[in-house]
């Protein structure tokens, strides 16, 4: 079985600044890890994904991962954050099987001040 | 190429009634999966579904719920005699047919309130 923490619930940063949004995970097999952003009342939209291959994985909008073994952490970056980054960040793993159900963590609100 | 559509996005029933909540996946998508989303939690998986099977449901209640994929139409994620404990956000998932690696993409959601 996997599971997934989130060590922040919210995250407050000024517009510009960089920001770490924190995932570990913990599982007994390989695993794929997923970051997903919900905007208010839409569902998730896939940031990046870590399939296999190399540890620093870069997505859409800006952002990037590293992951990172024998931590067993994911954590997502940004280096300067706009308003509109304005959203719930969820952290997800799945088994390598192929099609396998997504565990989530209990997701970051990152806000953005101007 | 449409994405995931759930309908309907808002549903409010009152306690003892049935939810019935859609799923059309995208095109040429053959696995369904359900997520639900109480308030201030992530996303718990519910059923993955193929076309006129289920594969696991290892996350949907005993009781009440039940969910299916007709070889044809949308898939149907059923609640009777709905709690209020069943208000939440409902999203629906599809992804391609097996391969390496399948991503799964979701739809905005069905937000059900029990009253």
């Known amino acids: 079985a996997q599971s997934v923490t989130q060590l922040d619930s919210q995250v407050p940063v000024f517009e510009e600044a960089p920001v770490e949004l924190r995932c570990n995970y913990s599982s007994s097999v390989s695993v794929y890890l997923f970051w997903y952003v919900q905007y208010p009342n839409q569902g998730l939209q896939l940031l990046l994904k870590y399939l296999s291959g190399s540890t620093l994985v870069k997505g859409i909008n800006g952002f990037e991962a590293e992951f990172n073994k024998s931590q067993t952490s994911f954590h997502l970056r940004k280096p300067s954050v706009h308003i509109s980054d304005t959203a719930e960040y969820f952290c997800?793993?799945?088994?390598?099987?192929?099609?396998?159900?997504?565990?989530f963590g209990k997701g970051t609100k990152l806000t953005v001040n101007p | 190429n449409a994405g995931v559509m759930q309908n309907p996005r808002h549903l409010v029933r009152r306690r003892g009634q049935e939810a019935r909540l859609r799923c059309s996946p995208m095109?040429?998508?053959?696995?369904v999966y359900w997520y639900r989303q109480l308030p201030e939690e992530g996303l718990k998986f519910m059923v993955y579904?193929?076309?006129?099977?289920?594969?696991?449901e290892s996350g949907m209640p005993k009781e009440r719920f039940s969910a299916e994929f007709p070889k044809e139409g949308p898939s149907i994620l059923r609640i009777q005699q709905v709690v209020r404990g069943d208000s939440a956000a409902y999203f629906c998932a599809s992804s391609p047919p097996l391969g390496f690696y399948n991503e799964q993409f979701f739809g905005p959601g069905t937000r059900l309130t029990v009253l």
């Open positions: 095109k040429g998508h053959s696995h």
């Open positions: 997800a793993v799945s088994g390598s099987g192929g099609s396998e159900k997504l565990v």
């Open positions: 579904l193929q076309k006129e099977n289920i594969i696991d």
